[in-house]
């Protein structure tokens, strides 16, 4: 297990230079939520911590959260957290702090998930994401709803662990013996300024981290690591939350990477708050699901995305745009550029039947739009599938461009032919050559 989070960090140093090379200056997004600097420290042995990885710190955190919350110094305060392993139930963030993980620190959920709390369904979503009903609390929870406004808080240090130990809960998904939607691992919610860094995230019982109905949000130099086989642990789920920016991160996981979403079918379509101005740059990672996803919970929008650098090696799908029937909402202007796949059943899927509904209620008059995607300058090796874009019938979706993508097979058998309906767009120096549906063109800025 060390050796693999050694080779993870050291692929993701080796990742970021290599396109840091390029320039003295690469481009970051990490501006909209800067580093606080916080005068106020305390450590989690203030209140009681012991990092043995027998006590059960439940008590220590939810007291130095009440402290902070309560005494509010100007500028807010550091928790920190020292070397050692630090056994605890779920617990919630407050505003104007950081909590900050030294080297060797990590914080362990407990296994007992007979006590774990449980919250109500996400209004987007109308009911848990596996179950009816209700959902287990996220292990680590910031909610600006409870406390108005949730802000300036974050997560950061010297590449600490938070550690779900998810075995317990995917065995439960895998007997169906859950009674609720299982935890995050980490999730903001109602929450604004909100900034991420240098932590290990491990074995999550469910998705790593969520942030929902949120805005600025900065993600950068963060290790995600599960199982491939660990179901639906994907790695960074932006949920219906605006200004996000992630960048320079590890992620190998059991699902998806990262995967934009906004709600629920007929929940996320009344509740309609979109995902918008998210940019993603700097990932490496393996899944056997996608690397990139968008969806397939798109109801309340998705618009104004930028992807690129992204180093993607065994993977299910390189980039997944995916939608369905009674979703509604829309997908439009969508950037990718810059992305290297290898090892991958398929290159670029983007799909209108993809997804599982919240119950019989939704509208199959809710048709979601697709429009305005490119995606440019994307190599791959052995991938066995280039592509696969299928459109809505009377639907179709429209303004595709693809351009200088080549996408090549392994050695033997012939790599599977693109394969394509109801779409409208263009193709530019793409090899091997996709559907006719997508006509030859100079450029991606050519009428179509």
């Not at 998904?173 to 932590?199: A, C, D």
């Not at 459109?391 to 996408?407: E, Q, R, V």
Request: some cysteine; glycine content about 10%.
């Amino acid at each position: 297990m060390h050796h693999h989070y050694l080779l993870s960090i050291l692929l993701l140093i080796f990742s970021t230079l290599s396109y840091a090379s390029a320039s003295d200056q690469f481009e970051t997004c990490s501006g909209i939520v800067p580093m606080p600097v916080r005068y106020d420290r305390i450590s989690i042995t203030d209140f009681g911590g012991v990092g043995d990885g027998r006590t059960v710190n439940t008590k220590s955190f939810r007291a130095a959260m009440y402290r902070i919350q309560h005494l509010r110094r100007r500028g807010g305060t550091v928790l920190y957290v020292p070397a050692g392993v630090y056994l605890t139930e779920s617990f919630n963030l407050t505003s104007h702090m950081t909590l900050y993980l030294a080297k060797d620190a990590v914080i362990k959920a407990t296994q007992d998930t007979s006590n774990w709390p449980l919250v109500d369904p996400l209004p987007s979503y109308g009911r848990g994401r596996e179950l009816p009903g209700g959902r287990y609390a996220s292990f680590i929870l910031g909610n600006g709803h409870q406390m108005l406004s949730l802000q300036f808080s974050g997560l950061a240090g010297e590449n600490g662990t938070i550690d779900g130990q998810g075995a317990v809960w995917w065995d439960m998904w895998r007997g169906k013996t859950l009674q609720h939607t299982r935890p995050h691992l980490l999730e903001f919610m109602y929450s604004k300024h909100i900034l991420i860094s240098n932590v290990i995230f491990k074995d999550s019982p469910f998705w790593n981290i969520h942030p929902v109905y949120c805005s600025n949000v900065v993600i950068r130099y963060v290790t995600i690591l599960a199982p491939s086989n660990s179901p639906n642990t994907d790695g960074i789920d932006p949920d219906s939350s605006s200004n996000v920016c992630i960048e320079d991160s590890y992620i190998s996981t059991g699902d998806d990477l990262i995967a934009i979403k906004s709600g629920w079918d007929e929940y996320g379509i009344a509740f309609g708050r979109p995902s918008s101005v998210i940019t993603i740059r700097r990932i490496t990672g393996s899944s056997p699901f996608a690397g990139i996803a968008i969806g397939s919970e798109t109801s309340g929008g998705v618009q104004n995305i930028r992807v690129e650098h992204v180093t993607l090696y065994n993977m299910g799908v390189g980039v997944h745009i995916k939608t369905d029937v009674g979703r509604g909402g829309y997908i439009r202007n969508v950037t990718m550029s810059n992305i290297y796949m290898e090892n991958a059943r398929k290159g670029i899927k983007i799909a209108g039947d993809v997804g599982d509904h919240p119950d019989g209620n939704y509208n199959t008059a809710a048709v979601p739009e697709v429009k305005d995607i490119k995606i440019m300058d994307v190599w791959g090796y052995n991938v066995l599938q280039p592509g696969l874009i299928k459109g809505i019938k009377d639907a179709p979706f429209t303004s595709i461009c693809l351009s200088n993508i080549h996408l090549f097979g392994s050695q033997g058998p012939r790599t599977a032919p693109w394969q394509c309906s109801d779409v409208k767009g263009v193709a530019v120096k793409v090899s091997p050559w996709p559907c006719s549906e997508l006509i030859s063109s100079p450029s991606c800025s050519a009428p179509f």
